[in-house]
């Protein structure tokens, strides 16, 4: 991984968790938590792909495991948020853009089912019952709906950043490769605009010097 792959995911998971534990689990609602740190592990997972997905699903939850007032064994959402990250990285696009809003909503629906699921699962291993009392029907429902009403303030952003900090020239032409995803703005109904403005400004303005160049020299330029 980029030295400002992990220094962003890093950051925003800190964040994520920091507002997750001081802010959204205080809120009393019914049922589940709002799962921010949920959220960014699936954006991040939607732009960087599987390995960097599970790398960070497992960091994240591993985070979250140790984080006040965690009431449950250590490592148990980390390995939740492994297999969720790395599950949704593989749906990420060959051209690492989306159409629509569709695909990350969707993404977000499995992974907060799918999350669910699986905490509950390894919790009835480890002789974990809490599950049961509150109701798993529950669970499920008010888990979805949170984090789809979340989602579509938290998902774009990251995804944004992330492939901002993908495109970095400094990050550019020090990584071995290359960014790992095309350039572009996810679309998901909050005003974010898909397109490189920034790239297309300096295309353009290469062009222009070019062209002015080649008038300059007498040469024709198609």
Not at 78 to 91: E, P, Q, S, T
Not at 166 to 178: Q, R, S
Request: proline share 5%.
């Amino acid at each position: 991984m980029k030295f400002n792959r992990i220094l962003l995911s890093a950051t925003l998971i800190v964040v994520a968790l920091v507002v997750q534990v001081t802010v959204l689990a205080r809120l009393q609602l019914p049922g589940a938590v709002p799962d921010l740190v949920l959220l960014t592990v699936v954006a991040l997972a939607l732009v960087h792909g599987p390995v960097t997905g599970s790398l960070v699903g497992f960091s994240a939850g591993l985070l979250a495991d140790l984080a006040p007032p965690a009431d449950h064994a250590a490592g148990r959402y980390a390995l939740v948020l492994c297999v969720v990250g790395y599950l949704v990285g593989l749906v990420r696009p060959e051209n690492g853009r989306f159409t629509s809003a569709f695909g990350p909503m969707a993404a977000v629906v499995a992974a907060a089912v799918g999350s669910t699921l699986l905490y509950a699962g390894v919790g009835a291993l480890v002789g974990d019952t809490a599950a049961r009392h509150v109701g798993l029907g529950s669970l499920l429902f008010t888990a979805v709906v949170y984090d789809l009403l979340l989602a579509p303030f938290t998902v774009p952003l990251v995804m944004a950043l992330a492939r901002r900090a993908e495109n970095d020239p400094v990050a550019d032409a020090t990584g071995a490769g290359g960014a790992d995803v095309s350039s572009g703005w996810l679309s998901s109904g909050t005003g974010l605009r898909i397109g490189t403005q920034r790239g297309g400004l300096r295309v353009k303005a290469a062009r222009t010097r070019a062209t002015r160049a080649g008038r300059i020299k007498g040469v024709k330029r198609l």
